[in-house]
């Protein structure tokens, strides 16, 4: 019954999304505005229909309906209740729908702005919007069903689906299969929905960018507009894929917390391209340049975006043939190219009226730097895609080898890994160059700048970090030369964007008379998106400091101890004390060590590294007993014990050096986050106002 | 694997083809010391099982992991170097076991690709920049000039400022 009524609601919302398509095609094409009124209603109506259908597979979830295949393939009895809620998002059909229903939200907040100033903009958003509801709505209606059942022929086999087949019986499993046991993790429970509400909030600058180019409104009014949601949606994919991170170093117990899994790098793909449109927005605004690249971008960003979305649950980055088999891979594919051909030719045809205002006037201009700092990150966006889709292709170019037996040894069809060794030998110098930007970027000047005035701006900041770096090199004696030019790098943007801040308050408080502090703060509050964005920097300063402390002095040692025994790595030693093995009654075996940890001699506390096996997927889960601090984390993972005895055990110990510095600077990073995206007063009724104003006075 | 590991993969595989032996044959002879876990893992830190996707063989938590990590102990104490104990790997499951894939034939893409594209790029851009070494002689005067001193620089914060609360 109610999986008929979530399927139901689901059928309606696309049916819903096709009139509001149709009625906002023809109302802006006849020029009707009472039908793209129609269409905004009908938007409006998909968000409260498919929170049913939403809600339809929670209830499913929680009553534990396991006739229901989605039911039974992410949930069992064991299971507690918020799990099984958020058990929503833990398959494709569940996520699929999760997506869409986040969709909607969006595009309902969209469609309940204020749309006076911007009519001819609303048809093609909704357009837009609902194109791409409909697309996910059409996958989950013909082939990632979440309501799809058991049903028991009279054979005895069992098949899935929707409606009862003829002479069949209803089939109600005994119990679930269960979540994936690696999934049961607070990090891992936010992360997707984090990740999915960056990904959809991205529909919204797209949409409107597209309406911009139906409508030859071409202006930066689009960008003005959809500024903050692009904001808001980076600060969800950024919050996701942080969140991604502190799980895979909590649970994975590989001592790391970005392992350069495709999935992982898939996720981040639309964050490679929504990071450099942020930059360049800003110069599209001030300079009235960059018109056909923002465009560009946008739709990079989107594609990019629904390509992630696929990637990160379909599980086509195993195998190829994952691909293949399933109707969705090509579905996919299809929808990405004939948007993109669509975007790009509305693009081509706008192009001419797209021309720049302005002109890149100097080499040194902070637009010349914006748009190297796009380069860069467009350039691992490319390393990304290439490592993403290698193994891929190496394996389909097989084909090329069976056809023609000549070139056999080349086109082996052999499936190769791509591992992080690929990729941070690959990206390491272009983060690095990103970072030197970061530094000089917000010296330099819009407009013109010269090596002179640059230099004049530099030198202080870079004195102050070369000072810094010899305080490293002598007090910590770091030798390591990669490292003191990263330090370096994190030292010179940390002084840069300290002293932009502090000479910006000196400069108010003198004028002014005011107090430092409420000049600091008047000033963030009046241009947050510069001192939003300068907070962000230096959170991803810290965040590379973290960084920089765990890939360049990450040190592991691995041993078997009896009883009593001790191993010692750097100033760190752990003896084993115990190990107890039992059973819990959520179906787990619990094999856990108590360790008793020393540094420099001195006890500072036991740490329970443990291996938990999950009975019903057969899977094992290594949870390490980190020792957190500022200065390093002591992270030790049980690796293997005797199950009898339990007189030995192997345990691997990691010292993760400034790790937390990284966890410290994605909250930092965050907040900065929050200061640029957080909204401002309409500015339309600034402009307003002032015009009213400045025509009284005239 | 660099060009070097192609001839030993061919030295191997011609050895093999020889004896005609399923197990290979060492060069050297067996050490007899017994590795450390830390010498273990510094070769299987590199290597991938086909099974468990995307987690590093040092690391990986499974029985047959494990197995393998016992092949790769076995193999030290043969006396056997780390080119020799991936190239075996290799030979029987295929590139995937190495952590970033060989460099030859095809696998050349994958280094070659991106620097490619991205060098394309770095033209691109470096011809639009380059134009502008020449002084621009447009009409346009430069609309913010730099600043020259700290009265300057707060005339035009001023100015910014003002300019965000109209236009913003």
Same mark, same amino acid.
């Given at each position: 019954?109610?999986?008929?009524?979530?399927?139901?609601? +689901?059928?309606?919302?696309?049916?819903?999304?096709?009139?509001?398509?149709?009625?906002?095609l023809?109302?802006?094409?006849?020029?009707?505005?009472?039908?793209?009124?129609s269409?905004?209603?009908?938007?409006?109506?998909?968000?409260?229909?498919?929170?049913?259908?939403?809600?339809?597979?929670?209830?499913?979830?929680?009553a534990?309906?396991?006739e229901?295949?989605?039911?039974?393939?992410?949930?069992?009895?064991?299971?507690?209740?918020?799990?099984r809620?958020?058990?929503?998002?833990?398959?494709?059909?569940?996520?699929?729908?999760?997506?869409?229903?986040?969709?909607?939200?969006?595009?309902?907040?969209?469609?309940?702005?204020?749309?006076?100033?911007?009519?001819?903009?609303?048809?093609? @958003?909704?357009?837009?919007?609902?194109?791409?509801?409909?697309?996910?709505?059409?996958?989950?209606?013909?082939?990632?069903?979440?309501?799809?059942?058991?049903?028991?022929?009279?054979?005895?086999?069992?098949?899935?689906?929707?409606?009862?087949?003829?002479?069949?019986?209803?089939?109600?499993?005994?119990?679930?299969?269960?979540?994936?046991?690696?999934?049961?993790?607070?990090?891992?429970?936010?992360?997707?929905?984090?990740?999915?509400?960056?990904?959809?909030?991205?529909?919204?600058?797209? &949409?409107?960018?597209?309406?911009?180019?139906?409508?030859?409104?071409?202006?930066?009014?689009?960008?003005?507009?959809?500024?903050?949601?692009?904001?808001?949606?980076?600060?969800?994919?950024?919050?996701?894929?942080?969140?991604?991170?502190?799980?895979?170093?909590?649970?994975?117990?590989?001592?790391?917390?970005?392992?350069?899994?495709?999935?992982?790098?898939?996720?981040?793909?639309?964050?490679?391209?929504?990071?450099?449109f942020?930059?360049?927005?800003?110069?599209?605004?001030?300079?009235?340049?960059?018109?056909?690249?923002?465009?560009?971008?946008v739709?990079?960003?989107?594609?990019?975006?629904?390509?992630?979305?696929?990637?990160?649950?379909?599980? @086509?980055?195993?195998?190829?043939?994952?691909?293949?088999?399933?109707?969705?891979?090509?579905?996919?594919?299809?929808?990405?190219?004939?948007?993109t051909?669509?975007?790009?030719?509305?693009?081509?045809?706008?192009?001419?009226?797209?021309?720049?205002?302005?002109?890149?006037?100097?080499?040194?201009s902070?637009?010349?730097l914006?748009?190297?700092?796009?380069?860069?990150?467009?350039?691992?966006?490319?390393?990304?895609?290439?490592?993403?889709?290698?193994?891929?292709f =190496?394996?389909?170019?097989?084909?090329?080898?069976?056809?023609?037996?000549?070139?056999?040894?080349?086109?082996?069809?052999?499936?190769v890994?791509?591992?992080?060794?690929?990729?941070?030998?690959?990206?390491?110098?272009?983060?690095?160059a990103?970072?030197?930007?970061?530094?000089?970027?917000?010296?330099?000047?819009?407009?013109?700048?010269?090596?002179?005035?640059l230099?004049?701006?530099?030198?202080?900041?870079?004195?102050?970090?070369t000072?810094?770096?010899?305080?490293?090199?002598?007090?910590?004696?770091?030798?390591?030369?990669?490292?003191?030019?990263?330090?370096?790098?994190?030292?010179?943007?940390?002084? @840069?964007?300290?002293?932009?801040?502090?000479?910006?308050?000196?400069?108010?408080?003198?004028?002014?008379?005011?107090?430092?502090?409420?000049?600091?703060?008047?000033?963030?509050?009046?241009?947050?998106r510069?001192?939003?964005?300068?907070?962000?920097?230096?959170?991803?300063?810290?965040?590379?400091?973290?960084?920089?402390?765990?890939?360049?002095?990450q040190?592991?040692?691995?041993?078997?101890?009896?009883?009593?025994?001790?191993?010692?790595?750097?100033?760190?030693?752990?003896?084993?004390?115990?190990?107890?093995?039992?059973?819990?009654?959520?179906?787990?075996?619990?094999a856990?060590?108590?360790?008793?940890?020393?540094?420099?001699?001195?006890?500072?506390?036991?740490?329970?590294?443990?291996?938990?096996?999950?009975y019903?997927?057969?899977?094992?889960?290594?949870?390490?007993?980190?020792r957190?601090?500022?200065?390093?984390?002591?992270?030790?993972? +049980?690796?293997?014990?005797?199950?009898?005895?339990?007189?030995?055990?192997?345990?691997?110990?990691?010292?993760?050096?400034?790790?937390n510095?990284?966890?410290f600077?994605?909250?930092?990073?965050?907040?900065? =986050?929050?200061?640029?995206?957080w909204?401002?007063?309409?500015?339309?009724?600034?402009?307003?106002?002032?015009?009213?104003?400045?025509?009284?006075?005239? | 694997?660099?060009g070097?590991?192609?001839?030993? +993969?061919?030295?191997?595989?011609?050895?093999?083809?020889?004896?005609?032996?399923?197990?290979?044959?060492?060069?050297?002879?067996p050490?007899?010391?017994?590795?450390?876990?830390?010498?273990?893992?510094?070769?299987?830190?590199?290597?991938?099982?086909?099974?468990?996707?995307?987690?590093?063989?040092?690391?990986?938590?499974?029985l047959?992991?494990?197995?393998?990590?016992?092949?790769?102990?076995?193999?030290?104490?043969?006396?056997?170097?780390?080119?020799?104990?991936?190239?075996?790997?290799?030979?029987?499951?295929?590139?995937r076991?190495?952590?970033?894939?060989?460099?030859?034939?095809?696998?050349?893409?994958?280094?070659?690709?991106?620097?490619?594209?991205?060098?394309?790029? &770095?033209?691109?851009?470096?011809?639009l920049?380059?134009r502008?070494?020449?002084?621009?002689?447009?009409?346009?005067?430069?609309?913010?000039?730099?600043?020259?001193?700290?009265?300057?620089?707060?005339?035009?914060?001023e100015?910014?400022?003002?300019?965000?609360?109209?236009?913003?």
């Amino acid at each position: 019954m109610i999986a008929n009524v979530g399927y139901g609601a +689901l059928v309606i919302t696309l049916l819903t999304a096709l009139y509001g398509i149709g009625a906002a095609l023809y109302g802006a094409l006849r020029g009707r505005p009472r039908w793209v009124d129609s269409a905004r209603n009908a938007m409006l109506l998909t968000f409260p229909l498919l929170t049913i259908s939403a809600l339809s597979i929670t209830a499913l979830l929680v009553a534990n309906a396991f006739e229901v295949s989605y039911v039974q393939a992410v949930t069992s009895r064991s299971m507690p209740t918020y799990l099984r809620i958020t058990a929503l998002w833990g398959g494709q059909p569940g996520s699929l729908v999760f997506w869409s229903w986040l969709m909607a939200l969006f595009a309902t907040a969209v469609t309940l702005r204020d749309w006076r100033r911007d009519r001819e903009f609303l048809p093609w @958003v909704i357009v837009v919007s609902l194109v791409t509801l409909a697309f996910f709505l059409i996958l989950s209606i013909g082939f990632e069903n979440p309501f799809q059942r058991y049903w028991a022929t009279p054979s005895g086999a069992v098949i899935t689906a929707m409606f009862q087949p003829q002479g069949t019986t209803l089939f109600v499993p005994p119990d679930g299969r269960g979540l994936n046991p690696l999934l049961r993790h607070p990090g891992m429970i936010i992360h997707p929905p984090m990740l999915y509400l960056g990904f959809v909030s991205l529909v919204i600058p797209y &949409a409107f960018a597209m309406a911009a180019l139906v409508t030859g409104r071409t202006d930066d009014r689009w960008l003005r507009l959809t500024r903050r949601w692009t904001l808001w949606a980076w600060v969800f994919l950024s919050l996701g894929l942080i969140l991604g991170g502190r799980w895979a170093y909590d649970v994975l117990g590989w001592g790391g917390y970005w392992g350069w899994d495709p999935v992982e790098v898939a996720a981040l793909l639309p964050w490679l391209t929504a990071t450099p449109f942020l930059h360049s927005a800003m110069i599209q605004e001030k300079r009235g340049i960059f018109k056909h690249w923002n465009m560009l971008l946008v739709i990079l960003t989107f594609e990019v975006m629904i390509w992630a979305t696929f990637l990160t649950r379909s599980g @086509v980055l195993s195998s190829v043939h994952a691909f293949a088999q399933s109707a969705i891979g090509p579905l996919f594919f299809a929808f990405i190219i004939i948007t993109t051909v669509l975007s790009l030719g509305l693009l081509i045809k706008r192009w001419p009226e797209l021309k720049s205002e302005g002109e890149l006037r100097s080499l040194l201009s902070r637009e010349s730097l914006f748009l190297i700092n796009n380069l860069l990150f467009i350039a691992i966006l490319i390393v990304c895609i290439w490592g993403v889709f290698f193994p891929i292709f =190496t394996e389909a170019a097989g084909v090329i080898g069976q056809i023609f037996p000549g070139v056999a040894h080349i086109f082996t069809g052999q499936k190769v890994t791509v591992g992080p060794i690929f990729y941070e030998s690959a990206t390491g110098p272009l983060w690095a160059a990103l970072l030197f930007l970061m530094g000089i970027a917000p010296l330099s000047a819009w407009g013109s700048s010269t090596a002179r005035t640059l230099g004049r701006a530099v030198w202080k900041p870079a004195l102050v970090a070369t000072l810094a770096l010899g305080a490293v090199f002598v007090v910590a004696g770091v030798r390591n030369g990669v490292a003191l030019l990263a330090l370096w790098l994190c030292m010179f943007v940390t002084a @840069v964007t300290l002293y932009e801040f502090y000479r910006a308050a000196m400069a108010r408080s003198r004028a002014h008379g005011m107090n430092m502090l409420v000049a600091l703060w008047q000033l963030a509050g009046r241009n947050r998106r510069r001192y939003g964005g300068y907070i962000i920097h230096l959170g991803v300063v810290l965040m590379a400091v973290g960084i920089i402390g765990i890939e360049l002095f990450q040190t592991e040692t691995q041993a078997s101890l009896a009883l009593g025994e001790s191993v010692t790595l750097g100033r760190y030693t752990a003896r084993y004390d115990s190990l107890a093995e039992f059973d819990t009654n959520d179906n787990r075996n619990v094999a856990r060590a108590v360790i008793t940890l020393f540094k420099d001699g001195v006890p500072v506390g036991e740490l329970y590294p443990r291996r938990d096996y999950f009975y019903e997927s057969e899977q094992p889960m290594t949870i390490p007993g980190v020792r957190s601090s500022i200065e390093d984390d002591f992270y030790i993972l +049980l690796i293997n014990w005797q199950p009898i005895s339990t007189q030995t055990a192997t345990f691997k110990l990691y010292h993760n050096p400034l790790v937390n510095w990284l966890w410290f600077g994605a909250a930092i990073f965050l907040l900065g =986050t929050f200061v640029a995206a957080w909204p401002e007063k309409e500015p339309d009724a600034v402009i307003e106002t002032r015009a009213r104003r400045a025509a009284v006075q005239a | 694997m660099k060009g070097r590991g192609w001839v030993l +993969l061919a030295v191997i595989g011609l050895a093999l083809a020889l004896t005609g032996a399923a197990g290979a044959q060492t060069t050297e002879p067996p050490s007899g010391q017994p590795p450390t876990e830390d010498e273990v893992n510094a070769i299987a830190k590199n290597m991938y099982c086909p099974v468990c996707e995307n987690v590093p063989l040092d690391v990986c938590p499974t029985l047959a992991c494990q197995q393998w990590r016992d092949q790769i102990r076995e193999k030290l104490i043969e006396g056997w170097t780390e080119e020799q104990i991936h190239d075996y790997f290799v030979l029987q499951y295929g590139d995937r076991v190495l952590a970033a894939p060989p460099r030859s034939g095809l696998n050349w893409l994958i280094y070659i690709g991106p620097w490619v594209l991205i060098a394309a790029g &770095a033209i691109m851009l470096a011809r639009l920049l380059w134009r502008l070494r020449a002084p621009a002689a447009g009409p346009e005067p430069p609309p913010q000039p730099p600043a020259n001193g700290p009265d300057d620089y707060r005339a035009r914060l001023e100015a910014e400022l003002k300019r965000r609360d109209l236009k913003d």
